[in-house]
């Protein structure tokens, strides 16, 4: 596999993301995996490294739009440190096929690891205008409900979409971007 060919552009906007474990495999069906995820994220706004403006994690990959001064440098940092506390989990808990897993999908190149958490880039799309912006929230929102797993994207705990109802979601969102 090819190294991404998708770069960040014009870093103070906000763009549409996606992280994907590798080999498609389901962690986040563990929900102190997930918590990692949103632990991070939520640490991340409070530092005030990244402007989080919608989110929703699935069972093998999240979807994200978010803004910073230097979102490359912010997803890096992000991607890195669940990779690391996820696997950490996951040798703890004795997840020993998910391991073995993660260690096949591992590239060759990555020489200085046992095992590859997340797959290479996170295919980053500026969001251009608010069109663009009400579509990728849709997309995000409705992501479960495409999967099947509910009917309505406010049943979806992991997901921005309560925040976007005026509800109280799982981590905070800036849902006043307009």
């Known amino acids: ?12 906007r906000p763009h549409f993301l996606t ?30 490294r990244i402007t989080l ?3 929703v ?9 978010a803004s910073a001064e230097n979102l490359s440098k912010e997803i ?16 703890e808990l004795n997840e020993t096929t998910i391991l073995r897993q993660l260690k096949a999908e591992k590239m060759a190149f990555k020489n200085d690891r046992q095992f590859q958490f ?7 799309q500026v969001i251009s205008d608010e069109a663009m912006m009400w579509q990728k929230l849709e ?6 409900v495409k999967r099947g797993y509910v ?9 921005s979409a309560r925040n976007y109802a005026r509800r109280d979601g799982l981590i905070p969102v800036t849902t006043d971007w307009q």
């Open 1 to 12: 596999m090819s190294r991404t060919r998708f770069r960040f552009d014009e870093e103070r």
């Open 19 to 48: 992280c994907t474990v590798v080999g498609w495999l389901p962690v986040f069906t563990r929900p102190d995996c997930v918590q990692i995820i949103l632990d991070s994220l939520g640490f991340l706004q409070r530092e005030d």
């Open 53 to 55: 403006l919608a989110y």
């Open 57 to 65: 994690v699935m069972e093998n990959h999240l979807h994200l739009i």
């Open 76 to 91: 890096g940092s992000f991607k890195s440190f669940t990779a690391r506390q996820i696997l950490d989990r996951l040798v």
């Open 118 to 124: 997340w797959q290479e880039g996170s295919h980053p």
């Open 139 to 144: 997309y995000i929102h409705n992501n479960p």
């Open 151 to 159: 009917d309505d994207p406010l049943a979806w705990r992991y997901s």
